[in-house]
């Protein structure tokens, strides 16, 4: 084994090729949270991860608690176990950089990806460290998401964006509306098909376990105008402002500035370094100290997914 630093990433490259990656990490669970820890991320590469079954195999011998992909804002698929796949955006499509699930209260702390086959062109993932994104918004605007915090608001209209049976892995209204009162969501019926989401989280939250305190939302990612300006003119001719399918607005109500999301993209894109998949590479990054995206693509392109260690914000 030999490790390499690159920022915000170590990447431990196996000396023995073909070597399984779930007997490798086997019994080494404290040492390797303590290089995440450390240094935000590990890239495995090298060792033997050829599917599903491997990729599974790994994160049963980390021995961390996986966490279920339930209330989700992206299409993906469940495979087995704890792997589900990586968001399935058409491969045009660029996925701007974010800490996942930081539009709820409840978090993975380690966020995992597997390479079964990489593109043949693009594809990357830009990952960014978060301590040099928080340190490039301003004050004023990160003190704003921190005062105010940041409220999602979905619309969930029929075949548009996911459906809610999807989102809430239920098709029963009870069962929707038992899981949105135990998670602080308001919901409401507009009418028969259309239900209306909303809910207020974090702005910034403080990493358990360094207490550093980062930026942890995804309001440029849910705001209409991360769609592009004619898209965003697009949607709110046909649904009007008040019933777009996703949305951000600070926690009390007030609109989040232009100037203020403009920032914070500006920020992500600063501190972004490509990361580029070869075929069986897994990663686990510290999901609170490293944001991550997708690049558009050409080709196929498989990569896996699995959210390890939730953490509630109390």
């Not at 594809?123 to 918004?137: E, L, N, S, W, Y």
């Not at 009162?181 to 308001?186: A, F, G, V």
Request: glycine share 6%.
């Amino acid at each position: 084994m030999s490790n390499q630093i690159v920022s915000p990433l170590c990447i431990v490259q196996a000396d023995e090729a073909g070597k399984p990656l779930a007997e490798f990490v086997s019994g080494r669970i404290k040492h390797f949270a303590a290089l995440i820890l450390e240094h935000r991320g590990i890239l495995f590469r090298g060792f033997r991860v050829r599917d599903a079954t491997d990729y599974q195999a790994f994160i049963e011998a980390l021995g961390v608690k996986p966490m279920d992909y339930t209330y989700r804002s992206t299409p993906r698929t469940h495979v087995q176990g704890a792997v589900f796949t990586a968001t399935e955006y058409p491969a045009r499509i660029e996925i701007p950089l974010h800490c996942e699930n930081a539009y709820q209260r409840t978090w993975p702390m380690w966020l995992s990806f597997c390479c079964i086959k990489p593109a043949s062109a693009g594809g990357q993932t830009p990952v960014a460290d978060m301590r040099k994104v928080t340190a490039a918004i301003p004050p004023a605007i990160l003190d704003r998401f921190a005062r105010r915090r940041v409220k999602y608001i979905r619309h969930y209209h029929p075949h548009v964006d996911l459906p809610w049976g999807t989102v809430f892995r239920t098709t029963d209204r009870e069962e929707l509306a038992t899981f949105c009162r135990e998670n602080d969501i308001h919901h409401e019926w507009l009418d028969s098909d259309i239900l209306r989401t909303e809910h207020v989280c974090q702005g910034v939250a403080d990493h358990p376990e360094t207490g550093e305190t980062v930026f942890f939302n995804q309001a440029h990612l849910f705001h209409v105008s991360s769609l592009g300006e004619q898209v965003a003119e697009d949607l709110i001719g046909v649904y009007g402002r008040d019933r777009l399918p996703r949305d951000a607005r600070f926690g009390d109500g007030g609109n989040i500035g232009a100037e203020d999301l403009a920032a914070v993209r500006s920020a992500f894109a600063s501190a972004a370094v490509d990361l580029q998949w070869q075929q069986g590479d897994v990663v686990v990054l510290d999901n609170m100290q490293v944001a991550h995206g997708r690049r558009a693509y050409v080709g196929e392109r498989r990569l896996l997914a699995a959210l390890l260690e939730p953490y509630t914000l109390h």
